[in-house]
C-alpha cells in the first residue's frame, strides 16, 4: 500500500508544480498588466487546491499509517527521519493552507486587481516554500530511491 500511495504522492507533486506555474503566470500577469480575473484565473486555482487538498491527503495517510520514517522507532537525530517527520510536513501543511487562503481570499475580494494580487502573493509564497522544502533534500524532480542511490 506504502508503495502505490508514495507513486501517487511523487507523481502528484508534478502536476501540483504545472499547477503552480500557470497560476503563478495567469495572476502575475493579471495583477500587473490590470487584467479582469477570468473563468480561466478561476478554473486553474481550483484545479491547483484540489490537487493541493489531494497531496495532503496522500502525505497524511503516509505520515500516520504507511511511512517507516515517520511510524516506526527511527531516531529523530537521523537527517530523513527529522526531515519527514518534522521539516516536509510542517512546511507542505503550511504551502497547503496558503495556497488555499489565496484562494479564498481572492474569491472574497471585490476588484479583479485585489484577486489576481491575492492569488499571486499567497500561490507566491506556497511555491517557495514548496520549492524549497523538496529542493533541500534533492526530491524536487528526483524520488527518494535515487537520491539515496547517489548519496551512496
Known amino acids: ?17 504545472a499547477a503552480l506555474v500557470y497560476v503563478l503566470f495567469r495572476s502575475w500577469s493579471g495583477w500587473m498588466g490590470k487584467k479582469p ?15 493541493a487538498h489531494l497531496q495532503l491527503l496522500l502525505g497524511l495517510i503516509q505520515y500516520f499509517v504507511t511511512s517507516a520514517y515517520t511510524t516506526g522507532d527511527m531516531p529523530v537525530s537521523d537527517p530523513w527521519v527529522r526531515y519527514f517527520k518534522m521539516e516536509h510536513i510542517s ?12 484562494r479564498t481570499f481572492s474569491k472574497k475580494a471585490q476588484s479583479d486587481e485585489e484577486k489576481h494580487k491575492k492569488l499571486a502573493i499567497y500561490t507566491t509564497v ?6 524549497g522544502m523538496l529542493a533541500m533534500k534533492g526530491l524536487l524532480f528526483g524520488t527518494l530511491a535515487s537520491v539515496a542511490a547517489a548519496g551512496q
Open 37 to 51: 480575473f477570468e473563468k480561466a484565473d478561476n478554473t486553474a486555482s481550483v484545479a491547483l487546491l484540489g490537487l
Open 91 to 102: 512546511g507542505m501543511i503550511l504551502a497547503v493552507v496558503l495556497i488555499q487562503l489565496g
Open 126 to 131: 506556497a511555491t517557495l516554500i514548496i520549492v
Open 1 to 17: 500500500m506504502h508503495t502505490i500511495l508514495n507513486a501517487l504522492h511523487s507523481y502528484n507533486r508534478y502536476l501540483i508544480l
